[in-house]
């Protein structure tokens, strides 16, 4: 994917930030979509992943941008409701610039072009908001146009073969299905699920 138009990540990272806040601590250690991640931990990732990517939209790489995303489950900062909304604000702030979406960056200990990082990060928002949202029993309805670059970028990774690689194998959704659903079965996630993993779920492996 290619000559990207800029996306203002800021209505989605509030979304995001919205979810986040109705968590309540008693379900911090519900299960989640993702197996290995309690709600707890998929707080922890997004609190990491806001970084990096604001990091990598910046080109200030360094170790936020160099570390792997599976080189371990993350923790849960303890001050994380007041650092996850600042970082989600910050990130769409710094996808603000021009230049992020131009030249090459990296994230996740992956070297990528910036407006194919752009992308990730805006996926990685639609997609764990989702999570959240299932997890703890949150109404979920993501900013259309991040929504549609989600899907868009699922479906090309689906269809150049990578997307079990990175996202776990599609779960197969109706095509006349809504969007969201379409996104979430192609990240290797069961829209019809409710709560945490389970059979049938597929990975549901963070990307980044």
């Keep these: 994917m290619t000559g990207t138009t800029m996306l203002d990540l800021g209505p989605q990272a509030r979304i ?50 160099d570390t792997a995303p599976d080189a371990a489950v993350p923790s849960l900062p303890a001050g994380w409701r007041e ?32 407006e194919i990082a752009g992308l990730v990060a805006v996926n990685e928002l639609v997609i764990h908001g989702w999570d959240l949202a299932r997890a703890t029993g949150q ?10 670059t989600s899907y868009a970028f699922l479906l090309a990774a689906a269809e ?8 776990g194998p599609a779960v197969p959704v109706p095509d006349d299905a809504p969007l969201l659903d379409r996104a979430v079965g192609l990240s290797g996630r069961d829209p019809g699920r409710t709560g945490g993993a389970g059979p049938g779920t597929g990975a549901g492996r963070p990307a980044v």
């Design 16 to 65: 995001v930030a919205r979810l986040s806040a109705g968590v309540p601590d008693a379900r911090l250690t519900d299960p989640t979509a993702c197996p290995a991640y309690a709600v707890g931990n998929l707080l922890g990732h997004l609190v990491g992943l806001a970084v990096a990517f604001r990091d990598a939209a910046r080109k200030d790489l360094g170790p936020t941008t």
């Design 83 to 114: 650092e996850l909304p600042r970082v989600l604000g910050e990130l769409a702030e710094a996808w603000r610039d021009p230049a992020a979406w131009t030249g090459m960056t990296r994230a996740g200990g992956v070297d990528l072009p910036g």
């Design 139 to 148: 109404e979920y309805a993501p900013d259309q146009a991040a929504l549609d």
């Design 160 to 167: 150049e073969g990578g997307g079990g690689d990175i996202f």
